[in-house]
């Protein structure tokens, strides 16, 4: 994903956790945040966007069960889009980065 992300042209902020995504997400402009990561829920991080009203886009990627309860907490949280994987497509990532 960074290697595609980079090589169309974007700059990308990488984290492996819940701590390293929240000390990274005012630097970033639109954030792709997976629902399971090692130290806890992508929700977290949603929640933390969410309350700093910042108005950056939120993309929830994630392979979680449609209707299941973390999906619902980020669903409550209105994320700008939530893409099912494995089933994610850079089309679709640029599509939803590009747009305005």
Known sequence: ???WLVSSGYAVL????VQEALS???DASCILLDLRLPDGSGV???EHVRARAT???VIVMTAE??????VGRAEALSPYAI???PHVEFKQINQLLSAR
């Open 24 to 26: 990274l997400v005012d």
């Open 44 to 46: 977290e991080v949603l």
């Open 65 to 70: 069960p449609q209707g299941g309860p973390e």
């Open 83 to 85: 893409l099912w994987k």
């Open 14 to 17: 990488e984290a492996g956790s």
């Open 1 to 3: 994903m960074r290697v």
């Open 55 to 57: 108005g950056q886009r």
